[in-house]
């Protein structure tokens, strides 16, 4: 577990073996007070979200009106059930991901992604600001094909943004999500708990043009 190079994904013959047994936690939300485990109530949808630290990046989601329950955990990698510790190792392929459920007739996939692009720097690869590791990585987790459409639109949108203010080229990935691993209880709605905890969330400034 030690040694790893965090700033590139593992091999699957390197990924730590995980566990058969999910992470147990309440499932209540500490600021919505929603199941945070349940499925999109009929007639809303979900998206996971990885820009860094995920407690900042929760919270910044929970506040949005629309958004009816969010959850922190692990996804994008190979280890099933990890925890917190086997992700730090980077060897677990995982990144942070914010869980976000919400009413699209209140706020769009477009309108959540553009909070997206704008609170975090996607340039960085596998990293964000002095957070270093693969767990830290630029990730969008699409349902269906619907979602990954929208999800590329707004990414060439938001580089050519970039670019404009000489920017680097944008590392983000969008794959399909195969498994969303919740975190410890301990993280999840971890600002609501811990009020003055660290936020890692620093954007770009570059406003996202998403319509």
């Known amino acids: 577990?030690?040694?790893?190079?965090?700033t590139r994904m593992p091999t699957t013959a390197e990924a730590l073996p995980g566990r058969d047994t999910p992470m147990a936690?309440?499932?209540?939300?500490?600021?919505?007070?929603?199941?945070?485990?349940?499925p999109p109530p009929e007639g809303c949808d979900e998206i996971v979200l990885g820009l860094g630290c995920f407690w900042g990046a929760e919270r910044l989601f929970w506040e949005l009106p629309g958004v009816l329950f969010t959850a922190v955990g692990y996804a994008g990698g190979y280890t099933p059930n990890p925890t917190?510790?086997?992700?730090?190792?980077?060897?677990?392929?995982h990144g942070e991901v914010v869980r976000v459920v919400f009413d699209p007739t209140e706020i769009g996939l477009p309108e959540l992604l553009r909070?997206?692009?704008?609170?975090?720097?996607?340039?960085?690869?596998?990293?964000?600001?002095?957070?270093?590791?693969?767990?830290?990585r630029s990730l969008i987790l699409v349902h269906n094909d619907h979602q990954r459409d929208i999800a590329?639109?707004?990414?060439?949108?938001?580089?050519?943004?970039?670019?404009?203010?000489?920017?680097?080229?944008?590392?983000?990935?969008?794959?399909p999500l195969e498994h969303f691993y919740y975190a410890e209880e301990y993280h999840q709605q971890y600002l609501s708990k811990n009020p003055m905890?660290?936020?890692?969330?620093?954007?770009?400034?570059?406003?996202c043009p998403i319509s």
């Open 84 to 93: 917190y510790k086997e992700v730090c190792t980077g060897r677990t392929g």
């Open 25 to 38: 936690i309440s499932g209540i939300h500490h600021v919505l007070e929603r199941d945070i485990t349940a």
């Open 152 to 175: 590329e639109k707004s990414r060439s949108e938001y580089a050519r943004a970039l670019e404009s203010a000489g920017r680097g080229e944008v590392t983000t990935e969008i794959v």
């Open 197 to 207: 905890g660290y936020c890692g969330l620093k954007g770009t400034g570059v406003s």
């Open 115 to 136: 909070v997206f692009w704008e609170a975090h720097d996607p340039t960085q690869g596998m990293r964000q600001g002095n957070d270093i590791g693969n767990e830290y």
């Open 1 to 6: 577990m030690f040694g790893f190079d965090r």
